[in-house]
């Protein structure tokens, strides 16, 4: 912040998370800053799917409707669910009751300043409330706040406005690269397992509009043909009576889920069961190789149980697949269903729908792949690897720039509402908005809290 002029003056505020404030500036309690006006009931069914008032609830915007309950501008907080998240809304809107709203009638404050104020407060550091988090009013009336006067307040507003637009711009601009990189990833990923690594391989139709051409020697065969000759090398996880939450509770033997193979952590989780439940559900034992895949929200991606994981069975919402090495290996498999579309784009297909809830062991049986002999499979395996960990460095490097920025916009926000940087002098529309009237922040607001 050294390259912002600072206050001439200080003194300090007697509350520790503020600090130093302007010599001239106040230190109240919100409770004395503004009303925190409670949402009102508005059930799904009865919004206006069509209505031009947005419907905002305890995490930003949940739908339209044709009535307004707040004026313009409004401040949205988080009073259940999302407690302590602060919303803007320069149009009036309806808030729903797992909300609190501040606009003109709640408070002397300018409304854009007071919003920023809140940001920094950390409401939803804490929760009065048992079983749903929620945010009490008395909790968020005792915090303190550094008042200044209401034009260094619409001087504070303009600075943050044009200074966070500015970061979120970069953030935007950022944001969109890690799309194209991904998108890029995506395509030379696609381009390796569909055309192989050699630019002048002859290729033939595939006879698969999706996939297009693939080499010559290449093969489009079907998961079925594929699958290890043992028992069991495919098997969908146990249905829900066979397997429910109370058994999942203790024991000796783990159960891998959904998040298992998201994540590809096949060490944490806390879903076991007794040995007896074991014994019920062998059929459903995994084993190291096997590949594994999620068939509900997230459809279709897969993780390769490891060498050391530990004895464990499916959950419900996964499928376990036992390739034939001889065939095709694990590696390559695992590439084609998480880093293309391939399989997606044939599920899709198959149903006729643009979304897909849930996928069954026979779609996956007749699922084709484009498969190379084992020793371009090899290559192709190690060409991906490289592509991919070149392609995620750049990703990671991109969002850690993107995480300073956010700490940068935070952090400005709060230097900005604490005094620690002079905003008076800061042109907006060719005008310094700044005079020394009203020199006194707290002159003017009264206890509004109920």
Known sequence: MSKFKRYERYKDSGVEWIGEIPEHWGVIKLKYVTKLAYGDSLPTENREEEGEVDVFGSNGKVGTHNVANTLSPVIIVGRKGSYGKVTYSDKKCFAIDTTYYIDNRCTKSNIKWLYYSLMVLELDKNSQDTGVPGLSREYAYNKYVPVPTVNEQVAIANFLDQKTAEIDGLIADKEKLIELLQEKRQA???????????????????????????????????????????KYSIKAGPFGSQLKNDD????????????????????????????????????????????????????GKTAIVPKDAEKGILHPCLIKITLNPDKVLNDYV??????????????????????????????????????????????????????????????????????????????????AVTGKIDVRIFENKDEVIYSEQDSSPCRELTHVAE
């Open 188 to 230: 030379v990923i696609t381009e390796a397992v569909t055309k192989g690594l050699n630019p002048n391989v002859r290729l033939k139709d595939s006879e698969i509009e999706w996939i297009g051409e693939i080499p010559e020697h290449w093969s489009i065969i079907k998961m079925k043909y594929l699958l290890s000759s043992k």
């Open 248 to 299: 999942m509770v203790s024991g000796d033997i783990k159960v891998y889920n959904q998040k298992t193979v998201l994540d590809n952590d096949f060490k944490s989780g806390d879903y076991y069961i007794e040995n007896c439940k074991y014994e019920e559900l062998r059929a459903f034992e995994v084993f190291s190789g096997d590949l594994l895949v999620t068939t509900r929200g997230t459809i």
């Open 334 to 415: 695992n590439v084609i269903f998480n880093n293309t579309k391939i399989v997606t784009n044939q599920i899709m297909l198959e149903s006729n729908a643009t979304t897909i809830d849930v996928i069954y062991t026979d779609t996956l049986k007749n699922l084709v792949l484009p498969i190379p002999p084992l020793e371009e499979q090899k290559s192709i395996i190690d060409f991906v690897d490289a592509k991919i960990g070149e392609i995620d460095g750049l990703i990671s490097s991109i969002n850690n720039q993107i995480q300073k920025l956010k700490e940068y916009r935070q952090s400005l926000i709060s230097e």
